[in-house]
């Protein structure tokens, strides 16, 4: 499944696209979802069956309930922006997810050209500390094209999907990458019957080198409160160099003696700001 429009999802096979409906209880079909379906003469295709996922990007609603954003995709896009500012917060908690469920994860930093003296330094500040972490980082420019060549070739053969905050400039890039983009927002509108892309939910392209792209809707949070304290932890790569010299098998991290992680902050060997973010998800876990 490519994209949704309402109760339409779009469908793509062997190179043609299709609107279908989903057979009812269906659970909720996303973009990268592979399916089932019976292809009727009438046009009307119902989709019969979601197959197993590799992965899933999922967000708690307001009931606190996962809600599946998309599927099936290898490694995830955390774009960040000088305008707005980069959130370490809410980048880091899609870096945890990333490794709670096993898909590679790297930063795009975009707009670089906005950067003022100041900008450059937070800009060299940020791709160090993920850097140094072991996180590829790709500073870059649509204006310019500044970082682009790099960045291409993580793209290919692997289906990424784009994450962040709202203004960042995740369609922008996809446009720079997939040259045909509006053609293809065209085709999919025409399918869904509807007179333009309305759709608020994920949608996938196809990069002409090799590989896909899925658009996701922008956020101003992403919340990791579905997992245990134990999986946020273990979401800090950095953490397992130093949490097996704990003192407690069990140690949290946070107020036990002897925590070799704790120590790790002081000596700076464990970023300051990663162990803060870290203390922040535990104690949303807790309210």
């Known amino acids: 499944m490519i994209a949704n429009y309402g109760a339409a999802l779009i469908l793509e096979y062997e190179g043609d696209i299709y609107r279908a409906i989903p057979r009812r209880k269906l659970k909720q079909i996303v973009c990268g979802d592979f399916v089932q379906w019976q292809k009727e003469a009438t046009g009307n295709h119902v989709v019969t069956k979601i197959l197993p996922r590799k992965t899933s990007l999922e967000r708690p609603d307001y009931k606190n309930q996962l809600k599946p954003l998309a599927a099936n995709f290898d490694q995830i896009l955390i774009t960040a922006a000088l305008q707005p500012p980069p959130d370490r917060f809410l980048i880091d908690r899609y870096l945890v997810f990333a490794e709670h ?15 003022s003296t100041k900008n450059q330094r937070e800009i060299e500040g940020l791709v ?23 960045l291409l070739p993580h793209l290919a053969d692997k289906t990424s999907i784009f994450v962040g905050q709202s203004g960042v400039g995740k369609s922008s890039i996809i446009k720079r990458v997939v040259p045909d983009k509006d053609i293809r927002t065209g085709a999919l509108s025409a399918a869904s019957g509807l007179g333009s892309h309305t759709t608020t939910a994920a949608t996938l392209y196809h990069i002409p080198s090799g590989g896909h792209l899925i658009d996701s809707p922008g956020v101003r949070e992403f919340a990791v409160t579905q997992l245990s304290g134990v999986q946020i932890a273990e ?47 535990h104690d949303a876990l807790d309210d």
């Not at 469920?101 to 950067?115: F, R, S």
Request: glycine share 6%.
């Open 128 to 150: 160090d500390a993920y850097s140094s972490i072991g996180y590829s980082c790709f500073p870059i420019s649509l204006k310019t094209a500044s970082g682009l060549p790099d």
């Open 235 to 281: 979401g800090f790569v950095e953490f397992r160099h130093f949490s097996d010299q704990c003192r407690f098998n069990n140690c949290t991290h946070q107020k036990e003696p002897n925590c070799a992680v704790k120590t790790a902050v002081t000596t700076g060997d464990i970023l300051s700001f990663r162990y803060e973010n870290y203390l922040k998800m």
């Open 101 to 115: 469920i096993g898909a590679k994860a790297c930063l795009i930093l975009n707009k670089i050209d906005l950067a």
